[in-house]
Each structure stands twice: as C-alpha cells, then as structure tokens.
C-alpha cells in the first residue's frame, strides 16, 4: 500500500466529555488529522521528502534517511526470503542500534508484528516472551547468542538472525571498540544455527524486488510487555495507529519541533517512550536519533554537549545524577528546546533543582513531566511549554482524554477529588495478546462513546483540567525508571523447591529511586545460611531481569499477614523504612 495522503482519520472531541484543559493549550490545536498508513509508510513519506538528512547517529556514524529507506527495504525483502508472512511475529531483543531500526521497519514493511523484548532479559523469561508470542523468528547481539540458545528448544523458534555492534561502527570507533568491549564477547561456534545479520541481507538481494501488503491502521504493529501485577506477564498489542497517533501528538504538544532537531535516544527500544518517542516520532516526523545502546549518567551528558542535542528525556534519578557530575558545570545547553521527565514521580524540589541548573547552563526552558502507561504506548500527558502547576504532570495531549473515577466503576469525582486515572484516545492499545478477560477488565467503553484504559494509578483533576498523579492502586516498584513487579517475582522464589514462601519489596534508595529485596521463608530443613542464600541468587539470576534482580535475600522464620491470611508486604516495607530512619538517626 503506497502512503496516501488523502486517506485521513480524525477524532472530533466528544460532547459529554468534560475537558477543562482545552483552554490551557494556547495555541496548539485541540484535536488532530491522522493517516491511515503504517508506521514504514509514515516513516516512507519523511524519507521521501528529506532524502539527505541525517536520520540517526550511532558511535560515530550518521546515516541519512536515504540509507535508511534503502537498509529497511533490503531488510524487508530478507524477511520475505526466509518465510516471513503478514502478522507473523518476528522478535527484536536488541538495544537502540541500526540492525534494530531497520529490522523495525522491514517487520512493519512485511505485515508481521514486532514484538520487542529486553536484551537483557533472564533466559527463562526470554523463554517466556517467545511463547506468548509465538514468535518464529529472533534478532539479537553476538554477546547474547548463548542465552537464545539455551532456550531454543523450548521455543517455536525457526531462525535466529544475529548482528553485531562492530559491524556498524566507524573505523576508529571499531578498532577501540575490538579492543575494549569487543574482545570480552565469546565467539559463536562455527556450526551454530544462526543466520548471520550479512548473510541476512544477502537472501534477499535477488529476491522479491516488489511487492505489496495492503495493512490498515487499526493493524497490530508491535508488542510491548507488562510484568502485571498478578505475576502473569502481559503481551500489549499496539497498532500503527496507536505509534502514528502518539508521532502527531508530541509534535503538536511541543511546536518548537523543526525536522533535523534532534533527540538523545537514550530510552530503550522495548520501552514505550524509548520506541514511541525517540525513535518513532522522531523518524517519522523528520528528526534525527543519536542512538545509545547503553549509558551512565556520565556518558549521557557527554553525548548531549557533544551533538548538541535538542530534546533529552530521562527518569528522575537521571537528573539527580546530572546536577552532580563535574562534567556539566561549564556544559552550554542553549541548545536544549525540551527535557522531559517521566517512568516514576518527579519531586518538587528535584524539579526546582534541575530548573535552576538549566537556567544557570544557558538553557531558556524548564524541565517538563509527563505521564503514561504503555496499554497507551507511553505519555499521553505533558506539562505545557509555557505553563506549570507545582506537582502537576501536565495536560492531556490532543485527542487524549482523562477523567478521575472512584476506582473500578465509571463515577468520575468531582474537581480537586483522588481517584482512579482514566485514559481515552487514539494510542489506547489493541488489547493484551490472547488475554479477553484482562483486556474487557483495562479497557471499557462508557456511556460517552469512549473505550476507557483504567490505569490502576490513582490522580487528581484540578478545575483547570491539570493532572496530579497521587500514587498507584497495583503493586508496583519502579527502580531506575524500569516498572518492576513483585508478584511475578515472588512466582519465580515460590517455584524454587527450598523456598516455602516469599515476599518482595521496593526499598528506598538515593539512586535508583527504589531497589528490590527479597524475603524468603525457607522450607522445613533448609539451613538459612549464606550457601543457601547464594544458591537462590544464581537461581533468580536465570530468571529474573538483570534491572529487576534484588540486591538482597533476608531469611525470615514467619513472614507477617493480613487479617485475611495475604503477606503485609506495607509491615514489611515500613520495617525497612524504620531501619534506614534508624541508620540516618
């Protein structure tokens, strides 16, 4: 399907939705007019007319959107030539580098779904994304082969493409790179059932020179993952919709966007923001990526001086960890037009802080939050350019709608009252893969005519239409900005044939916002001693996300209960609270 400019969707705002914020939006435009393409066919569109720009650098090397077009066609031809058909799932365990994007594309080129995982993921749990997607074909890194291999069999895997950093590194770059990062990665074995990324692209050279796969808007494009908070990991279909919609959002809610601008895409691939913001919007409207594959604080504020970048986006503890850097304290950031805060709560004095050492760098903005949640793609809510309300994340983006409910029904509170945050508009998700019955419980459609996504988060709706997040109904801990979920922690403890019984918890922390710990009840027998503490590590370490791994494990003899019989993990979480208080007095 060729992308065509007049075929259009608008989303006209409903009568019977109370939308107090219409008036704070200035001169941006209250709703939007959307393609009904594909997110290649957005991205397409933008190539055609900036053939020469640069569309991302990475390590050292720019590639225009020209190359870019012409890697993601030879890709797409690729996919076709090992069996790739329309909603196949294809899985992309990478971190933000070219292979990804043009893999990216050609999947959505091709009719199939992408569905994105993290690289870093504990064999078991990559295990587990495969089968819930019932993907047949992986894209990864050299230095994660072994893991894919381990877990192969258990999966309905036919091929395993693998690509390396190396090979698209410029020449001083690599000869460093081999050197350094390079020589700790294990060769594969000659005879390993891969295709390499140059074999790849080789199948496809003389194969399928054209063709067409007519997709729709309303088509799947991408699965992100939700940990969920039951322990039962959560497949979000997102369609092109859903990336296209939100591309024309955050332009129109930050009008000093121009094409060539660019943004620091440091936010990872699997995550929303990371995909829907830093890669997609930026491609598809014109911008230009500085990929980052990986980062410290250090390194991020290099990279933003270094390109003069435009826009950066972060966690909070991102920040915390800027204002403290040496590096930064002659670092000129006239450049920046928007810096972004999200994926935990951004504190007052935090915010007040960053302010002031923009200001004092040159830079004639301030900090702005946002909020979201994937079943939406990521923020569907921002503080407005030239507006802020102490506490507020903001006003909903066009043709997003929210209202505060007493939660789990569709009573909406008055004004000033905490409630539940309701979602509506054209990024609310497809639904959860072969889940009927937790998409029916996230998203219902009221007596307005809209399909609502109940957040489990709980708001605030000031007469002027600006949001307050207050807290979350879910159990849920956010740890460097990396949604982290107990109970599917806790399956993984239980599931060991010494452990009785266990708990986790966030635990406060100056850095990461919040850490995890572990409390285990042992079965009868089981000695609580340092061997066994480290056998149950090793174990966690191979099913458990690297991000979400406790830092420690602290034997109990009883673990405390509700009066219904459930663990109080509040008891156990105040506990830690009084230690630390303790500590500091």
């Known amino acids: 399907m060729i992308y065509d400019t007049t075929n259009i969707t608008t989303f006209p705002i409903p009568e019977n939705v109370k939308t107090p914020w219409l008036a704070h939006r200035g001169d941006l435009p209250d709703t939007l007019v959307y393609n009904n393409g594909t997110m290649y066919e957005k991205v397409l569109a933008v190539a055609k007319k900036f053939p020469s720009h640069i569309a991302f650098d990475f390590m050292g090397k720019s590639t225009t959107y020209r190359q870019l077009l012409q890697n993601i066609d030879d890709c797409a031809r690729s996919l076709r030539t090992i069996g790739v058909r329309e909603d196949d799932r294809i899985t992309i365990a990478m971190p933000n580098c070219p292979q990804a994007i043009y893999m990216l594309y050609a999947i959505n080129r091709v009719g199939a779904v992408a569905n994105m995982i993290h690289p870093l ?39 395993v493409i693998i690509a390396r950093i190396r090979d698209e590194l410029s020449k ?30 080789k199948l496809g050279k003389s194969s399928f020179p054209d063709y067409r796969v007519a997709r729709s808007a309303e088509d799947p494009a991408v699965i992100l993952y939700s940990g969920g908070t039951t322990g039962k990991t959560k497949g979000i279909v997102l369609t092109n919709m859903n990336f296209n919609a939100l591309s024309e959002q955050v332009v129109a809610a930050n009008p000093m966007f121009r094409a060539g601008d660019k943004m620091l895409a440091a936010m990872p691939l699997f995550h929303g923001f990371g995909l829907g913001v830093c890669i997609h919007t930026m491609l598809s409207q014109g911008g230009r990526c500085v990929l980052v594959p990986r980062f410290t604080a250090k390194s991020y504020a290099k990279l933003i001086t270094k390109y003069r970048c435009n826009f950066i986006a972060g966690v909070p503890t991102l920040y915390e960890a800027l204002l403290r850097l040496p590096s930064m304290e002659r670092a000129d950031l006239s450049c920046l037009k928007g810096v972004f805060s999200g994926g935990d709560s951004l504190s007052i004095e935090l915010k007040k802080k960053f302010d002031r050492f923009l200001y004092k760098h040159n830079a004639s903005i301030q900090i702005r939050e946002g909020y979201g ?32 409910v007493r939660p789990g029904t569709e009573e909406e509170v008055p004004y000033g009252e905490e409630g539940e945050i309701l979602i509506a508009g054209p990024t609310v998700m497809k639904g959860y893969l072969d889940m009927p019955e937790e998409t029916a419980d996230t998203i219902r459609k009221h007596s307005d005519g809209l399909s609502w996504v109940y957040t489990g ?33 806790e399956n993984v403890f239980d599931a060991h044939e010494k452990v009785h019984m266990s ?49 420690d494990i602290e034997f109990r003899d009883e673990l405390p209960t509700t009066l219904v019989g459930k663990v109080a993990y509040r008891k156990l979480e105040e506990e830690e609270m009084e230690k630390q208080n303790g500590d500091g007095a």
């Not at 000869?175 to 990062?181: D, F, L, R």
């Not at 030239?386 to 043709?399: A, K, L, M, V, W």
């Not at 605030?460 to 207050?470: E, Q, R, S, T």
């Open 457 to 489: 988060d709980l708001g605030v709706m000031d007469d002027a239409g600006f949001i307050y997040f207050k807290g979350r109904i879910k159990r849920m801990i956010i740890s460097s900005g990396y949604n982290v979920y107990p109970a599917q922690l």
């Open 172 to 201: 001083p770059i690599k000869a460093g790179y081999m050197v350094t990062e390079g020589r700790k990665i294990e060769p594969i074995p000659k005879d390993a059932p891969i295709i390499s990324w140059k074999q790849f692209i």
């Open 503 to 551: 708990c986790i918890i966030g635990v406060p922390d100056s850095y990461k916002m919040h850490k995890v710990k572990a409390f285990v009840m042992l079965k009868d027998g089981v000695p609580a001693n340092e061997a066994t503490k480290k056998e149950l590590m090793d174990y966690a370490r191979k099913n458990i996300a690297k991000y979400a791994m406790p830092y």
């Open 121 to 159: 993921s504990a064999e078991n749990e990559i295990a587990e994304y495969l089968s819930i997607s019932h993907s047949t074909t992986i894209i990864t890194l050299d230095q994660f082969y072994g893991k894919i291999e381990a877990i192969r069999r258990k999966t309905q895997i036919r091929n």
């Open 373 to 404: 949640t994937t079943e939406c793609v990521t923020a569907s809510c921002l503080t407005p350019p030239t507006q802020n309300r102490e506490g507020s994340i903001g006003i909903p983006f066009p043709d997003m709608y929210y209202k505060i």
